[in-house]
């Protein structure tokens, strides 16, 4: 089985693409006319921005999906960080105490979890900084392209 791409591709079995009238008969393009051409022209752009505009989603959905990974490990850090001034602090300040003095063992403690919590913090950064920025930049590369191509063909036809 063929393995499908996550991205839309320009004429995929499964993908439509609007095509000029299949009842009218298209002459060889020596013989077609000015309004053929252009309303041929028309469609096929058409299609072009339709498809340009789905991988366009598909990249921003993709990215904004890494981009929430990454809020969720701030929201996990920020939550570790108040279950550091709660309960288990309490539980570690008392056991250390027993040997040590009341205010050495919080110090501890707090710096414990203060450590654990800004390696969570650094790990969501970089999650976060991995989807961004949220261009969509292989529709953008691709629309670089058929400007290009669109150019060229307009300046062969010139000659």
């Known amino acids: 089985m063929a393995r499908r791409s996550r991205f ?7 993908s439509p693409v609007v ?9 060889p393009s020596a013989e077609r006319s000015i309004a053929e ?30 981009a929430a990974a990454g809020a969720g490990m701030f929201g996990g850090a920020g939550l570790f960080g108040l279950f550091a001034f709660g309960a288990l602090t309490a539980c570690l300040i008392l056991a250390l ?3 040590l ?7 501890i403690v707090a710096a414990v979890y203060g450590a654990i919590a800004g390696i969570l913090a650094l790990r969501g950064k970089d999650r976060v900084q991995a989807a961004t920025p949220p261009v969509p930049e292989q529709a953008v590369d691709s629309t670089k392209e ?14």
């Open 8 to 14: 839309p591709t320009r004429a995929g079995p499964d």
């Open 97 to 99: 105490a027993t040997f």
């Open 101 to 107: 003095e009341p205010w050495i063992a919080a110090l």
């Open 37 to 66: 051409l252009t309303r041929d022209l028309s469609d096929q752009t058409t299609a072009l921005v339709r498809k340009e505009i789905e991988l366009a989603k598909v990249e921003l959905e993709a990215k904004g999906r890494t």
């Open 19 to 27: 095509m000029p009238d299949a009842s009218r008969q298209t002459p």
């Open 146 to 159: 058929d400007l290009e191509w669109v150019k060229t063909r307009a300046k062969s036809g010139r000659s």
